[in-house]
């Protein structure tokens, strides 16, 4: 008798963390934000991984931001899908994927900080009958979610896949690869993480030895701001305060004096 083949272990646990990513670094959602990629190309087999639940798969990963929930909508397993993603030739699959759980974050996130600080109603019932009711906080549940963090894809190939959201998701169904790096319009980007660091992608200056992530030229490159590049931001944050007072009381101006 042959011995079976020992299944390939499994990602880590869906749960917490890969609903949440809330320490990566917030990444912005336009109105008509598209997420264009590649379907992995499988023997078509009518119960399977098709374009057509591939692509209905991410847009259900991106509305609720649980991997099991997503993967049943479209009638599959959690484990099929976990073993989707590990295939070599999945990789704008994966970006998809970590896209989509940084959109369905923000509903689980919104969730998550609702029912830590406005809590959840418990009612009290004696005898059958509801007699009271308590509103029951739950700051543990917040700190888990805000421990368990994963991120398997670049965060700068999550947040071009976001700037065109609609293409790559079409490219599930049609085969195309994804838009290339730059085609945005190329301009060096410039933002904050959620523990208050900025980053860029602008070419690090001569002897730079701050953290960073990739090399230089590469897609993914990023790298935190040195202190010049700090002091600018500080100058330009004042600079639209400054302006933001001045329109806030013209407007309050013309309520008091109308005429």
């Known amino acids: 008798m042959t011995a079976a083949r020992p299944e390939p272990p499994l990602g880590p646990p869906a749960a ?13 959602r ?41 993967a049943a909508r479209v009638g ?32 689980l996130r919104s969730v998550a900080f609702e029912r830590a600080i406005e809590g ?9 009958e509801k007699v009271g009711e308590e509103r029951v906080y739950d700051n543990r549940l917040l700190l888990a979610l805000l421990a368990r963090v994963e991120r398997t894809v670049p965060y700068a190939d999550a947040k071009r896949a976001l700037s ?18 730059g085609s945005e319009g190329g301009e060096p980007r410039l933002w904050q993480d959620v523990e208050g660091r900025w980053w860029t992608d602008f070419r690090p200056p001569s002897g730079f030895a701050g953290e960073h992530r990739g090399d230089y030229g590469d897609e993914d490159y990023c790298r935190v701001c040195i202190a010049g590049e700090l002091a600018a931001i500080e100058a330009m944050q ?22």
Request: charged share 30%; with cysteine.
């Open 30 to 70: 336009p109105p008509n934000a598209r997420l264009d990629f590649e379907p992995i190309e499988l023997e078509h087999r009518s119960d399977g991984w098709t374009r057509e639940k591939q692509r209905a798969f991410i847009e259900a990963l991106a509305d609720c931001g649980i991997v099991r929930e997503a």
């Open 16 to 28: 917490v963390g890969d609903a949440l990513a809330i320490n990566s670094p917030p990444l912005p």
């Open 76 to 107: 599959m397993s959690e484990q099929s899908a976990r073993r989707l993603r590990r295939r070599a030739d999945a990789a704008t699959f994966n970006i998809a994927w970590e896209a989509a759980l940084q959109l369905g974050a923000d509903r």
């Open 120 to 128: 959840v109603v418990k009612p009290h019932f004696y005898h059958g």
């Open 238 to 259: 004042a600079r639209k305060a400054a302006e933001e007072h001045i329109r806030r009381d013209a407007f309050f101006a013309r309520i008091i004096s109308p005429g």
């Open 164 to 181: 065109d959201w609609e293409r790559w998701m079409a490219a599930i169904e049609d085969g195309d690869a994804p838009p290339p790096a």
